[in-house]
């Protein structure tokens, strides 16, 4: 005998709710430490009800887990009942992409979308719930302030908050499209919740009058390793520390290349049982330009490597001889030197968020 049909259970289950505890059941299903991403976003909603203007700053260590932690947030976000959660990201659509797809992978539901996504939904279909990721232009903010407009409360959840947000133009009385076009976004009613490695701009800024006083730390988990394990104030450093000029130039790009190849070699040909593959990361500043730069001065001399014909061949091998020498007097440098010039064909540009 078959159970009557009961069309209020199923509008039960269309009520979404647990969705926070279910990020946090996922990343311990995958050994991911979660005591630090609870206590952000504890203290986050706690802090958004209680402090004295609508938004609040997350701050935590570079690379240390934030997306996990925002996915969680906005999980415990949706559960309290906010219907329009925003992610704001920089202006790039690999880096967008990049969290959606992570967003998307943990089975957040309703599924994240674009504003784009957005733009394309008839208003029959709009859902009731809404995550939406857009990046901070002013032609994309805008659309979508449009298509949100009377649906609702939204928070805003702004990805490395220091960057386009901030009011430049604070001193002058004036505001920058970006800046601007995000205040429309949160409106009269909504929240900011800026996440960032450097907050210090945003305090200085008093971005949309943030209460520092209700900042939160998100704490780094216990296999973090960031800026006091390779720049301890307390020890010396356990590697091999150059110091460069603070402009930096083509040179030094070149010296430090040399540097890299010699201990790679020696890793591979003295220290290693089976040969490795190692990435040396050129981080330059903010501009495209000096990323250019870096990117033309590197792929030039490992180019002349291997074209042993070039003017430019002898010199550097020459360079990576007395290196050699330098660094490890205890090799030989001709098997070193030998080994960067055999492997040089080998190497592999890439360039990464410039």
């Known amino acids: 005998m078959t159970s009557a049909f009961n069309l209020a259970k199923f509008k039960d289950k269309a009520k979404l709710t647990g969705r926070y505890a279910k990020q946090l059941q996922r990343l311990q299903g995958e050994d991911i430490q979660t005591d630090c991403i609870e206590a952000a976003v504890t203290a986050a909603v706690e802090n958004l009800t209680t402090a004295k203007t609508s938004a609040l700053v997350i701050y935590g260590e570079p690379q240390s887990g934030k997306t996990e932690m925002m996915i969680c947030l906005t999980a415990k976000l949706l559960d309290q009942g906010h219907k329009i959660i925003v992610h704001l990201m920089n202006d790039s659509v690999d880096l967008l992409s990049?969290?959606?797809?992570?967003?998307?992978?943990?089975?957040?539901?309703?599924?994240?979308r674009t504003s784009t996504e957005l733009l394309q939904t008839a208003d029959d279909q709009m859902p009731q719930e809404l995550v939406v990721f857009c990046k901070k232009n002013g032609r994309d903010l805008e659309k979508l302030i449009e298509r949100v407009k009377g649906l609702g409360k939204v928070v805003v959840v702004d990805d490395e908050a220091d960057y386009a947000t901030p009011n430049t133009k604070v001193n002058q009385g004036a505001k920058t499209p970006v800046n601007d076009l995000v205040g429309q976004l949160i409106g009269d009613e909504g929240f900011y919740i800026g996440v960032t490695a450097t907050p210090a701009r945003l305090d200085l800024?008093?971005?949309?009058?943030?209460?520092?006083?209700?900042?939160?730390?998100?704490?780094?988990?216990?296999?973090?390793?960031?800026?006091?394990?390779?720049?301890?104030?307390?020890?010396?450093?356990?590697?091999?520390l150059k110091y460069l000029q603070q402009a930096g130039n083509p040179q030094e790009a070149r010296d430090a290349l040399v540097r890299f190849l010699v201990t790679v070699a020696y890793l591979n040909e003295v220290v290693n049982d089976k040969e490795k593959n190692y990435t040396m990361l050129v981080h330059t500043s903010g501009k495209k330009l000096d990323h250019e730069a870096d990117r033309v001065t590197i792929e030039e001399a490992v180019h002349a490597l291997t074209e042993s014909d070039s003017a430019a061949f002898a010199s550097l091998v020459e360079r990576v001889h007395t290196t050699a020498?330098?660094?490890?007097?205890?090799?030989?440098?001709?098997?070193?030197?030998?080994?960067?010039?055999?492997?040089?064909?080998r190497t592999r540009g890439l360039s990464i968020n410039n």
């Open 98 to 112: 990049q969290n959606l797809r992570r967003f998307k992978a943990s089975g957040l539901a309703p599924a994240p």
């Open 325 to 345: 020498k330098a660094l490890y007097p205890a090799a030989d440098p001709d098997d070193l030197t030998g080994y960067v010039v055999t492997n040089a064909s």
């Open 205 to 240: 800024n008093n971005t949309f009058q943030n209460d520092t006083e209700k900042w939160v730390n998100f704490p780094p988990h216990a296999k973090y390793t960031g800026q006091d394990a390779f720049f301890p104030l307390d020890k010396k450093v356990p590697y091999r």
